[in-house]
């Protein structure tokens, strides 16, 4: 009695470990996404996503020959972002607190200008100043603050906040460009002195040695609000992360490569994960996702039935979704919205521990058989 009740535990043992082996095995989840389709609005003909916030809203801008039109959406629909007597505009930048950015085209005074517009008042603000005669509006932190590109004798860069404007060229000392802001008032910015990139706090100045991070080896144009910057390096086409430091080029980390090569950054979010577009096949770009260390096409990750071709990914946020363009099942391009979705898939390891279980389950229950017929 006491060995068959040997063979019984045993047997329940075996039983519960391909359990749980089945159980681990199916429950490693790799992420899918759900393709929310923005759409296009009536009289246009194509529509791009160009950024997301932490809420999962998003610039649109809609177009149609040489026409261009800003909308944001907000979880339902594409909303119209109206600019008084502008001809057309585009939606570049918005923050978690209702504000977005982006530029309108005037036929006078100015043939462009920054604007503002504030979903909490439903009001415009645009943006002029006695130093330029024409700008755009490109980003907008969580502290209200404006960054924009004002064109003087050359572009140049100013913040807007309540009603003040500060060219940035007089503010930092360099004539340059600038790229983004993040929610801790520090600017991406490059050099044209320098012919660098470099990080500007507007508290307390550059952050490290700006001369390192050469434009003529790295393409920079993203970071995020820890400082870190995502770019690629041009001679390989490798992503790369770096922060300021005494020696940026010292603490550049070659993140390697998907297909050909990366030809763009186009975000990066507070997590590291990364999205922009690479080269497929030497004529073709395609969206990719670095995170955790491991490239994805983005295309592989949605639903092959769409009949969906994503062009490119222009943002991410902190929980993961992505928005970009891509080719509609229609042949026009849609502005879209990835939602991260887990989905359970089986590892090829566990299939092999739980064959060998099972193989031994059924050998201990075979035995136990033999040895009842045999009394």
Do not use: C
């Amino acid at each position: 009695m006491k060995a068959h009740h040997n063979r019984v535990v045993a047997i329940r043992r075996v039983v519960s470990l391909v359990a749980v082996l089945m159980f681990v095995g199916f429950t490693h989840a790799a992420i899918t996404y759900e393709l929310i389709d923005l759409g296009i609005p009536p009289r246009f003909s194509e529509s791009h996503a160009t950024a997301i916030n932490a809420n999962g809203a998003v610039t649109v801008t809609a177009k149609t020959g040489g026409i261009s039109q800003a909308y944001y959406y907000d979880g339902g629909m594409l909303n119209l972002i109206n600019v008084p007597g502008a001809t057309n505009t585009v939606a570049s930048g918005l923050n978690d607190n209702g504000l977005f950015v982006g530029t309108a085209d005037f036929t006078s005074p100015s043939p462009s200008l920054g604007y503002i517009y504030n979903t909490n008042t439903s009001t415009i603000t645009t943006i002029a100043s006695p130093y330029f005669d024409s700008g755009s509006a490109d980003r907008v932190n969580n502290n209200g603050i404006v960054l924009g590109a004002a064109n003087l004798n050359a572009p140049g860069g100013y913040i807007y906040q309540g009603g003040i404007y500060t060219q940035l060229d007089n503010e930092t000392g360099f004539l340059g460009g600038y790229g983004e802001i993040n929610n801790n008032n520090q600017i991406l910015a490059s050099s044209s002195t320098l012919q660098a990139y470099y990080v500007y706090d507007l508290g307390s100045g550059p952050l490290g040695d700006v001369g390192t991070l050469n434009w003529n080896i790295y393409t920079a144009r993203n970071f995020n609000d820890n400082a870190v910057i995502a770019g690629f390096i041009q001679a390989n086409k490798d992503l790369f992360l770096t922060t300021p430091s005494s020696n940026l080029n010292n603490s550049t980390t070659d993140l390697g490569k998907i297909g050909l090569g990366i030809t763009g950054v186009g975000d990066i979010n507070n997590l590291n994960a990364v999205v922009g577009t690479f080269d497929l096949n030497g004529s073709t770009d395609h969206p990719f996702l670095f995170s955790n260390n491991h490239f994805v096409d983005l295309n592989d990750v949605i639903s092959a039935a769409l009949g969906w071709t994503l062009q490119d990914a222009t943002g991410i946020n902190d929980k993961g979704q992505i928005v970009g363009t891509g080719l509609a099942a229609d042949g026009l391009q849609h502005a879209y919205l990835l939602n991260p979705t887990l989905s359970p898939v089986p590892e090829p390891a566990t299939y092999g521990l739980a064959g060998a279980a099972m193989l031994t389950f059924l050998s201990l229950r075979r035995r136990l058989a033999q040895r009842k017929r045999a009394t």
